[in-house]
């Protein structure tokens, strides 16, 4: 009972820092949304690699690195992550935080679409009714915006996409981290000297605090990541499925209450219906959960 409740704990603690970028990020500025994403690589870098130097765990990144496969989901695992910075960033920094946070409210449900066509799923009926829902949403959504709510499905899909190729490849969170970011940090580097070769470049010149902030952005983006990893090792799925709920609806509260931006009744409305799917699918869920652990104690001993 004290692993699960410190795995809960956390969790929570993951969730709450998710939860808590949409205060962080405008902090960056004047720093662009690519001088943010590429700092954001390199010192989760420098912080993994110091983190795997203290726990000694060099050992798992060079078991990694002699499996091609592993490494090639893991390149594309970093690409997908970083489309997915690059939008998060462009939609806090833009004030489209609560388009932001309903991308995170239907990523669960993209995830589940992509359990059907990549792993052949068969999806139980509520959760189809789960997702049909959650398209009615993106329709009513569409007529608010007057467009589809690009930013909120590109964060779905990017994000839904990496935890598709995170689950094809068995590496520990810090040496996955460490070997996503080692893929991608080139192209960060060169962003950061073009950025600094044309003098436009926000590190160094807009004081000592606003870099500190951007060598702190690797760290914010790291630990999270290590919090989650030990959650998902001590409590059951059917919990974080809870859990994850917190980050979204942060991130809604933020982008309402902190940088007022409009909540109009069509809009409240699709996020309603959002909120419906993931009722429906959270129930779901927990029935699926209980089905499953009694599921044991159901069964007739086998006589030996």
Same mark, same amino acid.
């Given at each position: 009972?004290?692993?699960?409740?410190?795995?809960?704990?956390?969790?929570?603690? +993951?969730? &709450? $820092?998710?939860?808590? @970028?949409? *205060? =962080?990020?405008? %902090?960056?500025?004047?720093?662009?949304?690519?001088?943010?994403?590429?700092?954001?690589?390199?010192?989760?870098?420098?912080?993994?690699?110091?983190?795997?130097?203290?726990?000694?765990?060099?050992?798992?990144?060079?078991?990694?690195?002699?499996?091609?496969?592993?490494?090639?989901?893991?390149?594309?695992?970093?690409?997908?992550?970083?489309?997915?910075?690059?939008?998060?960033?462009?939609?806090?920094?833009?004030?489209?935080?609560?388009?932001?946070?309903?991308?995170?409210?239907?990523?669960?449900?993209?995830?589940?679409?992509?359990?059907?066509?990549?792993?052949?799923?068969?999806?139980?009926?509520?959760?189809?009714?789960?997702?049909?829902?959650?398209?009615?949403?993106?329709?009513?959504?569409?007529?608010?915006?007057?467009?589809?709510?690009?930013? +909120?499905? &590109? $964060?779905?899909?990017? @994000?839904? *996409? =990496?935890?598709? %190729?995170?689950?094809?490849?068995?590496?520990?969170?810090?040496?996955?981290?460490?070997?996503?970011?080692?893929?991608?940090?080139?192209?960060?580097?060169?962003?950061?000297?073009?950025?600094?070769?044309?003098?436009?470049?926000?590190?160094?010149?807009?004081?000592?605090?606003?870099?500190?902030?951007?060598?702190?952005?690797?760290?914010?983006?790291?630990?999270?990541?290590?919090?989650?990893?030990?959650?998902?090792?001590?409590?059951?799925?059917?919990?974080?499925?809870?859990?994850?709920?917190?980050?979204?609806?942060?991130?809604?509260?933020?982008?309402?209450?902190?940088?007022?931006?409009?909540?109009?009744?069509?809009?409240?409305?699709?996020?309603?219906?959002?909120?419906?799917?993931?009722?429906?699918?959270?129930?779901?869920?927990?029935?699926?959960?209980?089905? &499953?652990?009694?599921?044991?104690?159901?069964?007739?001993?086998?006589?030996?």
């Amino acid at each position: 009972m004290d692993e699960r409740r410190a795995g809960v704990g956390v969790g929570l603690g +993951a969730y &709450a $820092l998710w939860g808590l @970028f949409p *205060l =962080y990020f405008p %902090l960056l500025e004047p720093a662009g949304g690519l001088e943010i994403v590429a700092h954001r690589v390199a010192w989760s870098l420098v912080f993994v690699g110091l983190l795997l130097t203290v726990r000694r765990n060099w050992d798992q990144v060079r078991a990694a690195v002699r499996r091609p496969r592993s490494m090639l989901v893991l390149a594309a695992a970093a690409a997908l992550i970083s489309v997915n910075w690059l939008v998060y960033v462009y939609a806090v920094n833009s004030g489209h935080v609560v388009e932001a946070s309903l991308g995170y409210f239907i990523n669960p449900l993209v995830s589940v679409v992509l359990g059907v066509f990549v792993f052949r799923e068969r999806l139980r009926w509520l959760q189809w009714v789960a997702v049909g829902i959650a398209v009615v949403a993106v329709v009513v959504l569409t007529v608010d915006y007057g467009q589809p709510p690009w930013i +909120a499905l &590109a $964060l779905a899909v990017t @994000f839904g *996409l =990496y935890g598709l %190729l995170k689950k094809l490849v068995r590496v520990s969170a810090a040496p996955g981290l460490f070997l996503e970011t080692v893929v991608v940090v080139v192209p960060a580097l060169v962003v950061m000297g073009v950025l600094a070769g044309k003098g436009d470049a926000a590190f160094g010149h807009a004081g000592v605090g606003h870099a500190l902030l951007l060598v702190g952005s690797g760290i914010a983006t790291a630990i999270p990541l290590l919090l989650f990893a030990a959650a998902a090792s001590r409590v059951p799925l059917s919990t974080i499925g809870l859990m994850q709920y917190l980050t979204p609806l942060m991130q809604l509260a933020i982008g309402v209450f902190v940088y007022s931006e409009p909540m109009p009744p069509a809009r409240l409305a699709g996020f309603a219906i959002v909120w419906l799917a993931l009722a429906v699918f959270t129930v779901d869920s927990l029935r699926a959960a209980r089905t &499953a652990r009694r599921a044991p104690t159901d069964q007739v001993p086998a006589v030996v």
